[in-house]
Nanobody, 123 residues
Framework: VQLQASGGGLVQTGGSLRLSCAAS????????MAWFRQVTGKEREFVAG????????TYADSVKGRFTISREYAATTVYLQMNNLKPEDTAVYYC?????????????????WGQGTLVTVSS
């Protein structure tokens, strides 16, 4: 599976961005998908995950209530709507496809990764 993430950029504190990730190649329509993020020098961390049909989702506590992950039923494009952004949200955001159908936050469940898109939130 090839993943193409887009939508990153520079935004002020309190602003919004919407990330998109399109999967191609072997279908990801029956797989959960997720967003992770990574700051240089730190470990990659989970942000949000969604099930294959969009029916269930899970979030990191740090983004709950501000970020929303979505996908259409069995679609291969996943979105991350990010509102009320904070400087600590600055990172490279990666989308990933899970080996499982449900929404997961375990990095070990994910076998395909995109190239990342940079989000910078200025204070």
């Amino acid at each position: 599976v090839q993943l193409q993430a887009s939508g990153g950029g520079l935004v002020q504190t309190g602003g919004s961005l919407r990330l998109s990730c399109a999967a191609s190649g072997r279908t990801a329509s029956n797989n959960g998908m997720a967003w992770f993020r990574q700051v240089t020098g730190k470990e990659r961390e989970f942000v949000a995950g969604i099930s294959w049909n969009g029916g269930s989702s899970t979030y990191a506590d740090s983004v709950k209530g501000r970020f929303t992950i979505s996908r259409e039923y069995a679609a291969t494009t996943v979105y991350l709507q990010m509102n009320n952004l904070k400087p600590e949200d600055t990172a490279v955001y990666y989308c990933a496809v899970s080996r499982r159908a449900f929404a997961s936050r375990r990095m070990a469940d994910f076998g395909s990764w995109g190239q990342g898109t940079l989000v910078t939130v200025s204070s």
